[in-house]
């Protein structure tokens, strides 16, 4: 049972005893002059063009970010929506100076051949104490591309070993595919919505649709793409619409997958399409998937990389939705610190040594994920998700009414929220004038403004953030 809100977000606030009641904020414009010094000089070995400001990790702390010029900033952007329980979390530094993490640190394994003697308990741990419901399985990885295109080639796998039966491979098979030829490389594709977002290694970019300057001038591969449903925003309020749109979705996925010329293995899709523009659908829309990909004998994987450990008041979000047959694998990343994807025991491959690499993740990032999962127990911050996420939404709406001209759509679950703004260059300003005021954000799609606070996010920060919006309108932005 979880503890009262109140003395919940006292015990999450003595976490960060050293946090501040405010941002504090020393120079005009961020970059700062200190933080532009740094990048000059980063600049000559890497390009320094997507950078925001440079970061002082010593002095950043619970919800804040430090800058290189001693602003301390309300971090909702939260190194892209990847830190879970706050900067220099005291238990997380603790776990980082022990002798087992720090041995494990410096004798890294490799392991899906030399796994350490605590492997299993880690397993346990970090994985399986908080995995989706009914996938009891779990394939670790190094990176949010990394798991997607794993769980891709469990997916071309499982459907060749369906195919084969107890056969063994064909010598037609061993010897074409070491020619890129069927039918030992056979065509199948995976299927991804419009503006989804999966990653950037080479498959993993060809289902990422969010952006054209994320795929321009690289190869693609021949794979389809269904329409993503173009809801209206609040969902609940546009019920009658945003049924039609859906249904007109599985449709045209349905016919896709009957008709595309190379046969679709699986589908990857996102809970919100979280860099992509903070698309939502309703549950309706994913059940309707998981039924259409059951009757087709497709798989379903869920890319859960942005969405998963907490952000959405769930632990995995499409747990919103009530399915009634789990997804057949579902990958993660970001906030959980280590990489991968959770499946059964189907989706393992027929031999060893085919889904495989050498480090095939890092056991401190597992004691890292094992570590945050005790905290989201610990303080029930799912709970505190769930309430300041109400919150800060109901915050976001009131925000609307009173400026309709400058923001709409405010949307999201949890704390994984997002509004938009009437255009690239209205959000480019907001953006920035508000990390003037200490609070430091980022943008989804072509017109989003996204919020993505760590879990660690309370009413007080809400609050915060809400009435320096509010003067970031009205000041005209
Ligand atoms: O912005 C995001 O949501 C995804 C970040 C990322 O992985 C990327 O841009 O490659
Ligand atoms: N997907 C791009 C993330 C980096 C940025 O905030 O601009």
């Known amino acids: 049972m979880g503890l009262p809100s109140r003395s919940l977000a006292t015990a999450v606030e003595a976490l960060f005893a050293d946090e501040p009641a405010e941002p504090r904020m020393h120079t005009s414009a961020v970059p700062g002059p200190r933080s532009k010094s740094l990048m000059d000089g980063i600049n000559t070995l890497q390009d320094q063009r997507a950078v925001y400001f440079v970061q002082d990790i010593d002095k950043s702390i619970g ?33 980082a100076r022990s002798d087992k993490f720090v041995r494990a640190a410096m ?15 880690t397993l346990d741990e970090a994985f399986m104490t908080n995995a989706p419901p009914g996938l009891n399985q779990v394939f670790t990885a190094m990176c ?31 010897a074409s595919c070491m020619k890129n030829e069927a039918p030992g490389s056979p065509a199948y594709s995976i299927m991804s919505f419009a503006k989804a ?3 950037r290694t080479l498959a993993s970019l060809s289902a990422t649709r969010s952006k054209p300057i994320h795929k321009i001038d690289i190869p693609a591969l021949n794979w389809p793409v269904a329409p993503f449903p173009e809801v209206q925003y609040p969902l609940e309020a546009n019920a009658a619409a945003n049924r039609e749109a859906e249904d007109h979705a599985l449709a045209e996925t349905e016919h896709l997958l009957k008709t595309h010329p190379v046969p679709v293995a699986a589908i990857i899709i996102e809970p919100i399409q979280g860099e992509g523009g903070d698309n939502m659908a309703t549950p309706r829309f994913y059940q309707g998937l998981r039924a259409l990909t059951q009757r087709l004998g497709v798989l379903m994987i869920v890319d859960e990389v942005q969405t998963g450990m907490g952000a959405t008041g769930k632990m995995w979000a499409h747990e919103h939705w009530n399915l009634d047959t789990p997804p057949d694998m579902v990958t993660f990343s970001k906030k959980m610190q280590a990489a991968g994807w959770y499946h059964n025991m189907a989706m393992r491959a027929s031999q060893p040594l085919r889904n495989f690499n050498t480090w095939l993740g890092d056991p401190i990032r597992a004691y890292q994920a094992a570590a945050i999962m005790q905290q989201i127990r610990e303080y029930d911050l799912l709970k505190l998700v769930n309430e300041v996420g ?13 400026h309709p001209a400058v923001m709409c759509n405010a949307r999201g679950q949890g704390t994984f929220l997002a509004f938009d703004v009437p255009d690239p260059a209205q959000r480019a300003a907001i953006v920035e004038n508000i990390r003037k005021r200490g609070v430091n954000m980022g943008v989804s799609g072509h017109q989003s403004v996204r919020l993505r606070p ?16 509010k003067d970031t309108i009205e000041a005209g932005l």
């Open 454 to 469: 760590m879990l660690t996010f309370q009413k007080k920060h809400a609050d915060i953030f809400l009435s320096r919006l």
């Open 390 to 402: 109400d919150y800060t939404l109901q915050g976001l709406r009131k925000l609307e009414q009173q």
């Open 63 to 95: 919800n804040y970010i430090a800058d290189a010029d001693g602003n301390l900033m309300l971090d909702l952007y939260a190194q892209i929506a990847s830190i879970a329980v706050g900067y220099n979390n005291p238990k997380l530094l603790d776990l």
């Open 144 to 174: 949010g591309s990394c798991a997607n295109e794993t769980a891709f080639k469990a997916a071309f796998m499982y459907q060749q070993a369906k195919k084969r039966g107890d056969a063994d491979f064909t010598a037609a098979e061993l």
């Open 197 to 199: 977002f999966h990653g």
């Open 107 to 121: 004798n890294r394994p490799a392991l899906g051949v030399f796994p350490p003697t605590d492997w299993k308990e």
